[in-house]
Structures are given as structure tokens and as C-alpha cells.
């Protein structure tokens, strides 16, 4: 039976890793996070080591495999920019990583972490959940089918943050990517995934809160609109006190995803633990999607997404 260890135990998605090492029949040995806040963890590994300090984490993976019992896998959810130091760290400890997206937050990363992976022996693996959404494969055999033809597809993004979001390392660039990177990544590799290849990447507008741009892809032409501003949510939303919107229309039809997430991570470690999981190379074409929006000068070329105007007036 695998073991596993985990960075970034008290953030949001940790809860969802404890469940899939869990529901895959495998054991939590040890966790870290600087923050103690981690009670969640007796819901699924109670007697599973905790620590608030690296080195004290570290040693005691040292101490374990000197013993034979160390950890085969180490599960990082921390911090974007630090994704790629802990990956790193699970790879000279002789575990396989398992990461959050995004992989990294520079391209050149990419080729830095595949030359450690030659060296180590080890695997890099990738949670990139919406390549398994039901709704998403039915839609990429769709497009497959219809070779040739270009789709015409309005992506919408609005999950309201309040001030704490600014406050956080999420809000600064340099850690989080940008808003476009932190909320957004899986949606671009979702779009390349269906889609096919990225040929144009314009951005209208990008600040800390939203950010809207053009994509055209072999087979669709993309306005996309990304926000964590609740004043950008439809009215219908903000009756119904509902603080998260998601739309992904495609030729006029809308595409249903916003449900069937809750098994996905559980899926993408059955896949991990099958051999099958997904590598670095498959994150490279989002990676360089969202570098290139990050640094992009704002451009008027393309069509832009119809919510920029509204969200340009409510400020």
C-alpha cells in the first residue's frame, strides 16, 4: 500500500487530496503546513504526523526511510510559486509528486523540473481534473467528429473573493501568477485540451481582479473572461445570493460543468496510481498560455468577451 505525505495541509484543496488518498485505500504519514488550522485531517488520517516547520517535516521523512518506510508519493498544495521547490523536494526524497496546478508558474520551469525527473528516476504528476469532467470528454469527442470546423466559444469565470484575496499570496503576481493563473489555468488547458492547438493569444484587460482576452485555437475561436469581483456577477446570481458563476458557451450552446468535481481528484489519483497520470509535458502549452498573459501588452485586437464592458463600467 503507498504511503503519502502532503505540503500545504490547511489550503483549500487539501481537504480534497486527504479524500483521495483515502478513498484509493492508501495512508496520510505525515503533512506540513505553517499554519495550524489543519483539523480536517482527523476526518481522514488522524494519526498521521503534522508538522508546522520544514526541517522538522524533512527529518522525519529522512528518519522514515531509514527505517524502510518512506513515503512513495508527496502531494503538494501549497503556495503557487513554491510548487516548484517542493516538487523538487519529493523527487531528491525518492517519492513520485503529485501536484496542484498550476505546475509552475514559468515556462522555463517545465525543462528544469523534466531534466531533475531524468535524473531522479521519479514521476511528476498533475491534477488537471477537468480533462476527466464527463461533460468536457463529451465535448472533445464532439469536436473531434466535426474535424475542420471552428467553434465559436464564450468562457465565463466569476468566483467572488472578498478583501482577504488582495491581502494574501494569492494577490501578489510574483507568487500567484495573476489572477489569470490562479483561477484560471485549468480552464486554458481545458480550452487546448478540446480544441486542439493555440495559434493566438491578445489580451484586452488584466488587473488583480479580472482579466479578459482572445484566444483562437485549430479548432475555436475563444472570448474569454476571468473575475473574483462580485460586482461582475449576473443579476440572476446576485438575487439568488449565488457568489460563483461559471458559463462555457460553445456555438450557442451552453456546456454543463459545473457539477461532477466532487470524485474528480479521487479519479486523477486512481490514474496516478495506475501509471496513467498526467506528466509535465502536458502542462506545457497552459503554462506558456498564462506566462504570455501575465506579461502581454494590452491589446484591442480581437473580439473582446461582451462582459469586459460591463465589468469596465462598474468600476
Known amino acids: 500500500m503507498p ?8 489550503g483549500y484543496i487539501a481537504p480534497r487530496h486527504m479524500k483521495a488518498i483515502k478513498d484509493t485505500g492508501n495512508e496520510l504519514i505525515a503533512a506540513l503546513d505553517r499554519s495550524d488550522s489543519v483539523g480536517i485531517i482527523d476526518s481522514y488520517f488522524p494519526k498521521a504526523h503534522f508538522f508546522t516547520e ?32 517542493h516538487i523538487r523536494f519529493a523527487l531528491r526524497n525518492g517519492a513520485d509528486a503529485i501536484c496542484e496546478k ?8 517545465i525543462d528544469g523540473l523534466q531534466a531533475m525527473e531524468s535524473d531522479t528516476g521519479q514521476k511528476i504528476n498533475t491534477i488537471l481534473q477537468l480533462r476527466l469532467h464527463r461533460s468536457i470528454l463529451d465535448l472533445k469527442a464532439e469536436v473531434e467528429k466535426a474535424e475542420g470546423k471552428v467553434f465559436d466559444v464564450d468562457l465565463t469565470y466569476i468566483t467572488s473573493r472578498g478583501n482577504w484575496y488582495l491581502q494574501s499570496w494569492k494577490g501578489e503576481e510574483k507568487k500567484s501568477g495573476g489572477i489569470a493563473t490562479n483561477i484560471g489555468v485549468h480552464f486554458f488547458d481545458m480550452l487546448h485540451f478540446i480544441f486542439g492547438e493555440l495559434r493566438t493569444n491578445q489580451v484586452h484587460h488584466h488587473s488583480e481582479q479580472y482579466a479578459a482576452g482572445y484566444l ?48 474528480l481528484h ?13 506528466g509535465i509535458e502536458t502542462n506545457r502549452v497552459a503554462i506558456n498560455t498564462v506566462y504570455d498573459i501575465r506579461n502581454a501588452a494590452i491589446s484591442s485586437v480581437g473580439e473582446q468577451h461582451p462582459m469586459l464592458s460591463h465589468a469596465q463600467k462598474a468600476e
Open 54 to 85: 520544514f526541517e522538522r517535516f524533512d527529518r522525519h521523512l529522512y528518519k522514515l526511510a531509514r527505517q524502510g518506510q518512506a513515503a512513495d508519493y508527496i502531494s503538494i498544495c501549497s503556495p503557487n510559486y513554491l510548487h516548484d521547490a
Open 3 to 10: 504511503s503519502f505525505a502532503l505540503i500545504g495541509a490547511a
Open 266 to 278: 479521487t479519479e486523477s489519483y486512481k490514474r496516478i496510481l495506475a501509471g496513467e497520470g498526467f
Open 216 to 263: 483562437e485555437y485549430k479548432q475555436a475561436r475563444v472570448r474569454w473572461f476571468l473575475s473574483i469581483d462580485e460586482r461582475h456577477l449576473p443579476d440572476q446570481c446576485r438575487e439568488t445570493n449565488q457568489r460563483t458563476y461559471r458559463s462555457m458557451l460553445v456555438s450557442g450552446k451552453e456546456i454543463e460543468f459545473s457539477n461532477g468535481f466532487n470524485d
Open 102 to 109: 498550476p505546475l509552475v508558474l514559468n515556462p522555463w520551469n
